[in-house]
């Protein structure tokens, strides 16, 4: 198996693959199982009517009569959200509806996000699939923290912020002496990555929401926006943890959506408090200050020693009384409308950071030992083979 270094390079180097010219994509009809067919547009929510105008013959592949080429095959997975591979599973993967998963939040509230935030939830479905994939149906992390840490609503929150940083292993001073948000963004992603959570990033274009995570028994994941402060998609972290741990899915929204009444509420409360608690500890936190006034300056102080938004300190002050909730309001968002400022970059290594390392690593090794293609390679890793299209019959 190549090593990690391989694997941030690979990406990029690959581009030769990609690029191949249109006549080296086979034009031959391919044996997809109809069943699946249906399955994947209906757990996208469209009609055949709505995917007829790219693939007129989708009807025809429902009823397994004829199959699409590559590249329609392609296309239709990436509008669906769906692996390619999945399309030659022989039954519907047994998995339920990503909205099941969503315990704390009601039907309208669901039904009610925008399309990109919709799409995303598809696509972390698929992610979810292509591990399952990738390995064999089976997490390869010798602990899973969801598996082994059991929390419920009466939890006191400070035990459960110990419990979790001592299965995690990282020492508050540790945390304390890492340079700097992105480090400590890094660190975490890699602590949660060895209690078998896999963490992804994607650029939301839905400012107000900025992450959200899936429930799994083999394989949690957590989505955060990349678009967020650094400091924020931290936080985002271990609030969705703590809905995993719940063992339900859910979302992390600046502006919060409404929770169904009663534990869901009471869930959504817990999640936010676990954050604040695990990654700034009252304790702690109380300590620190050694009496500085509740000013903006002070959070910025003990939101550097801490790495964490100064957002979560000034909600500190605001909870004990020390300043008002306009006070608190106006701060925040103001906090929360700074984007952070990025060069761009290339598109691979765009992925790299999206995707993770170890995701990557995972996936090119099963490249190179030949348990899958390039274009499966390529669905894996969300990018295209570039040829031209065939989409639509001609």
Not at 115 to 122: A, F, T, V, Y
Not at 209 to 219: I, K, R, V
Request: proline content about 6%; aromatic content about 10%; hydrophobic content about 40%.
């Amino acid at each position: 198996m190549r090593n990690l270094k391989a694997a941030e390079v690979a990406i990029s180097d690959w581009c030769p693959i990609l690029t191949r010219e249109p006549h080296a994509m086979p034009k031959e009809t391919l044996p997809i199982t109809p069943a699946i067919v249906r399955w994947a547009r209906e757990r996208a929510g469209f009609s055949l009517e709505e995917l007829a105008a790219d693939f007129n013959k989708i009807a025809e592949w429902e009823r397994g009569e004829g199959g699409p080429t590559y590249p329609q095959l392609e296309t239709l997975a990436g509008k669906l959200k769906v692996p390619v591979a999945v399309f030659f599973f022989p039954t519907p993967p047994q998995t339920p509806p990503v909205e099941e998963t969503f315990r704390t939040l009601p039907d309208a509230a669901l039904a009610s996000l925008p399309s990109r935030m919709k799409m995303l939830l598809r696509k972390a479905k698929a992610m979810q699939l292509n591990l399952v994939e990738l390995h064999s149906g089976r997490n390869p992390s010798e602990r899973l923290i969801t598996r082994e840490v059991h929390i419920t609503s009466a939890t006191p929150i400070a035990s459960m912020a110990e419990h979790v940083r001592a299965y995690l292993g990282v020492a508050l001073h540790e945390q304390q002496r890492w340079a700097n948000p992105e480090t400590a963004l890094k660190n975490w992603r890699e602590a949660l990555q060895s209690v078998g959570i896999y963490v992804f990033k994607d650029a939301f274009k839905a400012p107000n929401f900025s992450g959200f995570c899936l429930t799994d028994p083999q394989f949690p994941i957590i989505y955060v926006n990349n678009s967020c402060a650094k400091t924020r998609q931290i936080f985002t972290l271990f609030h969705e943890l703590a809905h995993l741990l719940f063992a339900t899915s859910g979302i992390d929204a600046i502006e919060e959506i409404d929770a169904r009444p009663g534990v869901g509420s009471r869930i959504e409360v817990i999640c936010n408090q676990f954050a604040a608690e695990f990654l700034m500890p009252q304790a702690e936190f109380v300590r620190a200050r050694a009496n500085a006034p509740a000013t903006e300056e002070t959070a910025e102080q003990l939101a550097a020693l801490f790495n964490v938004s100064r957002e979560l300190v000034f909600r500190r002050f605001l909870d004990r009384g020390e300043i008002s909730a306009a006070t608190y309001r106006d701060a925040s968002e103001r906090w929360a409308n700074q984007r952070q400022e990025g060069s761009g970059g290339d598109y691979y290594r765009t992925q790299l950071a999206y995707l993770g390392r170890d995701y990557i690593s995972l996936a090119f090794s099963a490249f190179y030992q030949n348990r899958i293609d390039e274009s499966q390679l390529a669905s894996y890793l969300d990018i295209c083979l570039l040829y031209t299209s065939d989409a639509a019959d001609e």
